[in-house]
């Protein structure tokens, strides 16, 4: 089962911020949380990860709180390519696999 | 660098038939994991490989499903005896061999079962 949770859906205006909440509260202490998007009808979408530090990269930044059980994925001027799923995902430490949930259904308007 | 390469994009088989989806995975990738997405469901993972070993089969039905990662050549997923029910899209994605690299995602094979 995913070991997180996620708002079922999100709406943004193109040019603000997206910030997209993401519960994990069961996460341990070595498992990362990475962030994927499904656009519709294509391949997951490898968005960014993290440990415990706040990571950025020219897609995305990643705020995780200082307990870890939670975190925030930022899309800094969403745009309406940017309408997608967004998974969030705590990577199996044991195992190594993705477990997907059920995402966020994030909708960009003009 | 080419990404995860999956082909067919799309195929159609009739009832009791076989379908075999196949995976290159990307340059330097040893790790391949299957996934599969049902019309308006999220991904579930089916199986994890790397060459010439199956790690994690845990998410494969017990019956009909099988994949491979030889030593040499792409992984295959393979379905037997086709039913409606497999309808769907197959996703495979690779990894490097260090535990924790990246997990990359191919564009995914449609099947339709008639």
């Known amino acids: 089962d995913a070991k997180t949770t996620q708002p079922t859906s999100m709406d943004c205006a193109e040019g603000r911020a997206a910030n997209l909440p993401c519960n994990h509260s069961t996460i341990s202490g070595n498992e990362y949380v990475y962030w994927y998007r499904q656009i519709h009808s294509q391949g997951p979408q490898y968005i960014i990860h993290?440990?415990?530090n706040n990571e950025t990269n020219e897609m995305a930044s990643l705020i995780i709180t200082e307990d870890r059980k939670s975190s925030t994925l930022i899309l800094p001027h969403a745009t309406l390519r940017d309408t997608a799923v967004y998974y969030c995902i705590v990577r199996d430490s044991n195992t190594d696999k993705l477990i997907f949930g059920t995402g966020t259904r994030l909708q960009v308007f003009p | 660098n080419a990404g995860v390469m999956q082909n067919p994009r799309h195929l159609v088989r009739r009832r009791g038939q076989e379908a075999r989806l196949r995976c290159s995975p990307m340059k330097g990738h040893s790790h391949v994991y299957w996934y599969r997405q049902l019309p308006e469901e999220g991904l579930k993972f089916m199986v994890y490989?790397?060459?010439?070993?199956?790690?994690?089969e845990s998410g494969m039905p017990k019956e009909r499903f099988s994949a491979e990662f030889p030593k040499e050549g792409p992984s295959i997923l393979r379905i037997q005896q086709v039913v409606r029910g497999d309808s769907a899209a197959y996703f495979c994605?690779?990894?490097?061999?260090?535990?924790?690299?990246?997990?990359?995602f191919g564009e995914g094979s449609w099947l339709t079962v008639v």
């Open positions: 993290g440990l415990k």
């Open positions: 490989l790397q060459k010439e070993n199956i790690i994690d």
């Open positions: 994605a690779s990894s490097p061999s260090v535990l924790r690299n990246t997990i990359y």
